[in-house]
């Protein structure tokens, strides 16, 4: 089982930057950790996901010059950098992991089998 836990999210204004944390904890036995998105009355979207070893980082296309993922390999945790953020990024933001047996795209949502409770970003005008 592995447990993870977001932290960093509030509100900003537009134009602004967060910063997200995920820690994972228990037997972490994975190839990616991703965050993913979800608004109000949406799907979940992915965002950006990162290798386990952290040698390869992968975004969304429209995020792509305004988010970061990074981990930090002794700490076991994620990171999600959010700079110039817009109204259209207000979601709950998750971090997820996936297994090393898990299949489909690093983009589904679907790949992965454990998922944090979420936090909420709001960017205000």
């Known amino acids: 089982q592995v447990q993870l836990v977001e932290s960093g999210g509030g509100l900003v204004q537009a134009g602004g930057s967060l910063r997200l944390s995920c820690a994972a904890s228990g037997r972490t036995y994975s190839r990616f950790m991703a965050w993913f998105r979800q608004a109000p009355g949406k799907e979940r979207e992915f965002v950006a996901a990162i290798l386990w070893s952290g040698i390869s980082t992968y975004y969304a296309d429209s995020l792509k010059g305004r988010f970061t993922i990074s981990r930090d390999n002794a700490k076991n945790t994620v990171t999600l950098q959010m700079n110039s953020l817009k109204l259209e990024d207000t979601a709950v933001y998750y971090c997820?992991?996936?297994?090393?047996?898990?299949?489909?795209?690093?983009?589904?949502?679907?790949?992965?089998?454990?998922w944090g409770q979420g936090t909420q970003v709001t960017v205000s005008s």
């Open positions: 997820a992991v996936d297994s090393i047996g898990s299949s489909g795209s690093y983009l589904s949502p679907l790949r992965y089998d454990y």
